[in-house]
């Protein structure tokens, strides 16, 4: 027993830059909480511009995280499943945006997608569509900046699920298409709704890209991190309250997580 206890004993060298380091992501957050006007949440969450920032950045972040899922869920298998040439490069690719600044990102989206971009033009011209400081761009931006944390948590639980049910699927005649439906899919579904979170709240919390290719225009384009910006700079009451909300998405993702990060511990 006293074996064991000395073994739990954290040593010095480690125990004081542990401690510092959890002070500095720990004490902003408390921060937060101690100077935040409670006696007006109330108040500020009912100002027409937090309700539509907020409404706005619930839906378009939703819309984000169904367009990852259709998108990002074949692209994983892709990644995970098939033996194409340069699937090495294409996964690089596709987990650039996670390394990229998101404002990078934006101006990158507005090059392709702008007025004068290389499919915006023909869409302008052939459709009379555009796509920049609307919604829509919103939706986009989030998406391009979200989808990775999906592909990335999806592909994962492809690897790391049983490949011998699907070829046993295959050897009862099953084609892979049925295959991915009945048995591949239902195995990695906790892999996809990890990922499906994960992409939510991060879409939620997108400010570069989408200040970049959409603009801030209330009840437009502008979501609750544009929304906490511009207050910050105006009412620093009311940004103080939606960065309370955003901390509590934050804190609720994580919720939605804990059995598979949070509850993972070595005996």
Known sequence: MSRARRDARIPAPLLVPAALGAAFLVLPLVGLLVRAPWSSVGEQLAAPGVGQALRLSLVSATLATLLSLVLGVPLAWVLARSSIRGRSVLRALVTVPLVLPPVVGGVALFLVLGRQGIVGSW?????????????????????????PFLVVSVEGALRAADARFEDVAATLGADRWTTFRRVTLPLVAPGVAAGAVLCWARALGEFGATITFAGNFPGTTQTMPLAVYLALQREP?????????????????????????????VP
Not at 125 to 138: E, K, L, R
Not at 245 to 265: E, N, P, Q, Y
């Open 123 to 147: 869409l302008d011209d052939a459709f009379g569509v555009t796509i920049p400081f609307t919604t829509t761009a919103v939706v986009i931006a989030e998406t391009f900046v979200a989808m």
């Open 237 to 265: 009451e009311a940004a103080i309250v939606l960065s309370l909300v955003l901390l509590a998405v934050s804190l609720a993702t994580l919720l939605l997580l804990r059995d598979r990060w949070l509850g993972r511990s």
